[in-house]
C-alpha cells in the first residue's frame, strides 16, 4: 500500500510502488532494499552467468550491535491479558481481543517491524527470483540467483546463478570488486557521491517510516480469529480502509485503494504473513506517468532469522500496470534464505577484502 514511487524502469516502478511500500504500510517487512537503493552488481560490471554457492544455512546469526529489545520490555504497555495470554502460551480457542488491545498490539508490531527495517540493513542473504509469463498456462521467462549484500545506502545484487548455469569466477570477482568500491566510497564522507547517496537514503528511511506510522490510522483491523502456520499460532486481522482517514500525501491515498490480511504470530507479536489485494486503480501524476490497475495480489512472509530479528523470506506479486503508454504485467516470486549478518559498511568491507583475498566467497568458490 504505502508506495514509494521510483521510475526507474517498469517493473522497479510497479514492484517499487506496490509490494516495498505494501508491506511497509501494513508492517509487513521490506523487499529487498526498500529502506535503500538496490544496485545489481551486474550493471557496474556486467557478467553473462552465474553461480550458486554453499547451501549452508545461516539463520540464527548473530545480531551482535543491533541490540534488539525483547518483546516483554517492548510490550509494557500492551493490555495485561494480553500479556497473560502470551506468557501461558495458550493455542486454544482464542477470544475476540477488544479495539483496545488490537490498538495496543499494533503499537508492538509496529515497533518490532522498525528494528527488523534496521536490522535488514546490516544482513546479506541470497535471493532466487523467478519471472513467469501471466495466463492460465504460465511460462517460467526468467530464473536467476543473487547474492544480496548491503552498501550502507541501500543493497547491491550479485549474480550467482542464470537458471541453472553458474557464474565465471572471474566475472563473480568483478562483481565482488564493484561491492568493495562501493563500500569504500560510502565510507568517504567528504565525497559529493557519498553525501548525495546518504541523504537520500536517510529521506527513504524517514519517508517509510511515516508511511509505516500512517497505516494504523489508514485501515480499520478486525481480528477474524487465530490460525496455525509453519507451527506458528497466529492472530489474524483483516484491514480495511478507513472511512474517516484524510490523506496528506499521494503515497498514503494509496492505503484507501487496498484490503489486506495479516498473520502475527502470538507469541513474539511479530509478522508471518501479509497478503494485499488493489481494490482501486492507483495513479500516478494523474495517470500521466503510470498506473497500477485493480485486481493486483501481493503476498510476503517472514521468518524469525536471529533472536528477536523477523526478514521476508519469500515475496509474491501478480498485477498489470502501467508506464507512460506501455502495459505491461507482473508475475514474479522471490524467495530469500541464507541471511548473514555482516554489520555496517565497515565491518562489510572487511569481509569483501578478505573474499577478494582469498579468491572464495562467504557463499563458496563461484
Known sequence: ???????????????????????????????????????TATIASPTKGAASGAEAPHFKESTAGLKPRPSSSIAENVDSSIQGSQAAGQTGTARPPSDAEIRARAKV??????????????????????????????????????????????T????????????????????????????ELMLNPEDPRTKSAYAKWQKRKADRKE????????????????????????????????PNFHPRTLAEDVLTRATAKIWVERDSNQLLRGEAHVTRDISFGG????????????????????????LPTRYQYDFTARKFLFMFEEHQYVEARQYRRVGPPEQALAIAQQELASGKAAYGDP
Open 1 to 39: 500500500m504505502a508506495l514509494s514511487i521510483s521510475f526507474a524502469g517498469n517493473l522497479n516502478m510497479a514492484k517499487g510502488l506496490t509490494a516495498s511500500g505494501l508491506a511497509a504500510a501494513l508492517a509487513l517487512g521490506s523487499l529487498a532494499g526498500a529502506s535503500g537503493q538496490t544496485v
Open 109 to 154: 508490531l509496529l515497533e518490532h517491524q522498525h528494528l527488523n527495517d534496521e536490522a535488514l540493513e546490516q544482513y546479506e542473504r541470497i535471493e532466487h527470483q523467478v519471472n513467469r509469463s501471466g495466463g492460465a498456462t504460465p511460462r517460467v521467462i526468467d530464473d536467476k540467483t543473487y547474492r544480496v549484500v548491503p552498501t550502507g545506502t541501500g
Open 211 to 242: 508511511m509505516v506510522d500512517a497505516a494504523v490510522d489508514g485501515f480499520v483491523t478486525k481480528w477474524v480469529g487465530q490460525e496455525t502456520r509453519n507451527g506458528h499460532v497466529c492472530d489474524v486481522y483483516e484491514l480495511q480502509p478507513n
Open 287 to 310: 495517470g500521466i506517468l503510470g498506473k497500477l490497475y485493480r485486481g493486483g495480489v501481493f503476498y510476503m512472509d517472514q521468518d524469525e532469522v536471529a533472536p528477536g530479528i523477523w
Open 156 to 183: 547491491m545484487k550479485l549474480l550467482l546463478k542464470d537458471g541453472e548455469r553458474p557464474v565465471d569466477p572471474a566475472e563473480y570477482h568483478k562483481q565482488l570488486v564493484a561491492w568493495k568500491d562501493l563500500l
